[in-house]
């Protein structure tokens, strides 16, 4: 519970997810004053994120990593393809993930176009990788076409989320 978790190195929100005898602990908005965050459990045994596992009944300290994965790479499938009116456009979506643990939550509600409008769908490839597709594609009166994926796409397992993307132009010409 609360009482048994003390943190050093940051504040944050802390949620306990019971999974029965498994507990997940969730930290959220982060304010992070040190570049040492460790978490002390004070009584019981856990395992870390890499499966580090404490000794039962003592004080452990786990390291939090506050550098989130960031988001590597969004480019066009076909990178040869110039998008028309009508098109289909697919994009890759990848995570720079060092640890093994990130989450790519993507949905329509995160991602915003800009000169144009499409019906939007998209295809988990793995836990790193989506596919966005863009069919039915029709460009207004803009000069740019782009579109962003908003703020809180990548998360890790200790719930940082990532910085909003850049603009991703279509290619037109």
Same mark, same amino acid.
């Given at each position: 519970?609360? !009482?048994?978790?003390?943190?050093?190195?940051?504040?944050?929100?802390?949620? =306990?997810?019971?999974? %029965?005898? #498994?507990?997940?602990?969730?930290?959220?908005? &982060?304010?992070?004053? /040190? +570049?040492?965050?460790?978490?002390? &459990?004070?009584?019981? @045994?856990?395992?870390?994120?890499?499966?580090?596992?404490?000794?039962?009944? $003592? $004080?452990?300290?786990? $390291?939090?990593?506050?550098?989130?994965?960031?988001? *590597? $790479?969004?480019?066009? #499938?076909?990178?040869?393809?110039?998008? #028309?009116? +009508?098109?289909? @456009?697919?994009?890759?979506? *990848?995570?720079?993930?060092?640890?093994?643990? @990130? @989450?790519?939550?993507?949905?329509?509600?995160?991602?915003?176009?800009? %000169?144009?409008?499409? !019906?939007? /769908?998209?295809?988990?490839?793995?836990?790193?990788?989506?596919? =966005?597709?863009?069919?039915?594609?029709?460009?207004?009166?803009?000069?740019?076409?782009?579109?962003? =994926?908003?703020?809180?796409?990548?998360?890790?397992?200790? +719930?940082?989320?990532?910085?909003? /993307?850049?603009? =991703?132009? &279509?290619?037109?010409?």
């Amino acid at each position: 519970n609360n !009482d048994t978790v003390e943190t050093i190195g940051f504040t944050a929100a802390m949620e =306990i997810i019971d999974q %029965g005898r #498994k507990q997940i602990l969730k930290f959220s908005n &982060l304010q992070v004053n /040190s +570049g040492n965050c460790q978490i002390i &459990l004070l009584s019981g @045994a856990a395992k870390d994120a890499e499966n580090n596992m404490s000794a039962e009944c $003592s $004080s452990e300290i786990f $390291s939090l990593d506050t550098d989130p994965p960031r988001i *590597a $790479s969004i480019k066009l #499938k076909n990178t040869d393809k110039i998008i #028309k009116e +009508g098109d289909t @456009a697919v994009y890759m979506v *990848a995570v720079d993930d060092n640890t093994g643990v @990130a @989450a790519v939550a993507i949905n329509r509600e995160n991602i915003v176009t800009y %000169g144009f409008v499409a !019906d939007i /769908s998209i295809k988990k490839i793995n836990g790193n990788v989506r596919e =966005i597709t863009f069919s039915n594609i029709k460009f207004n009166d803009s000069n740019e076409k782009y579109f962003m =994926i908003t703020e809180g796409v990548v998360a890790d397992t200790y +719930g940082n989320l990532n910085e909003p /993307s850049q603009k =991703i132009y &279509l290619k037109t010409k």
